[in-house]
Nanobody
Framework: QVQLVESGGGEVQAGDSPRLSCAISGRTFRTYIMGWFRQAPGKEREFVAAINWFGSNTNYADSVNGRFTISRDNAENTMYLQMNSLKAEDTAVYYC????????????????WGQGTQVTVSS
C-alpha cells in the first residue's frame, strides 16, 4: 500500500504563492504517476497536474497552466505543487494521488489518494 499525506494548505490572499507538499510512505515504488486534484464546494473533483516518476513529463489543467508547477523528490519521498498568482477560484480541497500504472496519465484513474488539504483564497 501507499500512504499519502498533504500539507501546506490554509487561508491565503489572492496573488500569494504557497506550496503544497505530499508526503509519500509505504510502497513508494508504486507511485509511477503522481498527480494533484482539487474539489471546490459544490463541484466535482478535477485534475490539476501530474508528473511521472522521473519528473521528465508533466501535465497541467488549462486553468492552472503557467501558474502552478508540479515536482517531486523521490529521495525525500515528497511531491510538491507550487502555486503562484492564486485566484479566488483556486479555492478548493487539494488532493494528491498516485498510480503504479502509466495509463493514469490519460485515464486519470489513480489507486491511492490522500485526505486532502484545504486552500482558501481571499480576494
Amino acid at each position: 500500500q501507499v500512504q499519502l499525506v498533504e500539507s501546506g494548505g490554509g487561508e491565503v490572499q489572492a496573488g500569494d504563492s504557497p506550496r503544497l507538499s505530499c508526503a509519500i510512505s509505504g510502497r513508494t515504488f508504486r507511485t509511477y504517476i503522481m498527480g494533484w486534484f482539487r474539489q471546490a464546494p459544490g463541484k466535482e473533483r478535477e485534475f490539476v497536474a501530474a508528473i511521472n516518476w522521473f519528473g521528465s513529463n508533466t501535465n497541467y489543467a488549462d486553468s492552472v497552466n503557467g501558474r502552478f508547477t508540479i515536482s517531486r523528490d523521490n529521495a525525500e519521498n515528497t511531491m510538491y505543487l507550487q502555486m503562484n498568482s492564486l485566484k479566488a477560484e483556486d479555492t478548493a480541497v487539494y488532493y494528491c494521488a498516485a498510480s503504479p500504472q502509466s495509463t493514469a496519465w490519460s485515464t486519470y484513474e489513480y489507486a491511492y489518494w490522500g485526505q486532502g488539504t484545504q486552500v482558501t483564497v481571499s480576494s
